[in-house]
């Protein structure tokens, strides 16, 4: 199943993003990334099979502590 899950985490510095980056994308299923800047830093993640939870927690242990599951939704094939 094809998941789309959004963290809220803040983007302080280039190096906090290439954290970010790496813990994302080193995830089991990860398809692809975005980020978005602005009153709420987040982080959306597609995938197939990715265990949002522990990359939340992983952003929490390696980041910032202030990271947050927004949710997880189900993307439909065709877009």
């Known amino acids: 199943m094809k ?5 809220e985490v803040p983007l302080h510095c280039a190096k906090c993003k290439k954290k970010i980056l790496k813990i994302c994308t080193t995830a089991k299923g990860f398809m692809s990334l975005t980020t978005h800047r ?3 830093d987040r982080v959306e993640i597609i995938g197939e ?6 990359i939340t927690q992983r952003l929490r242990e390696k980041v910032n502590k202030y ?3 927004v949710r997880v939704t189900k993307v439909e094939e065709g877009h």
């Open 38 to 40: 602005g009153e709420e």
């Open 3 to 7: 998941q789309k899950i959004v963290i």
């Open 67 to 69: 990271a947050k599951l």
């Open 49 to 54: 099979g990715v265990d949002a939870a522990r």
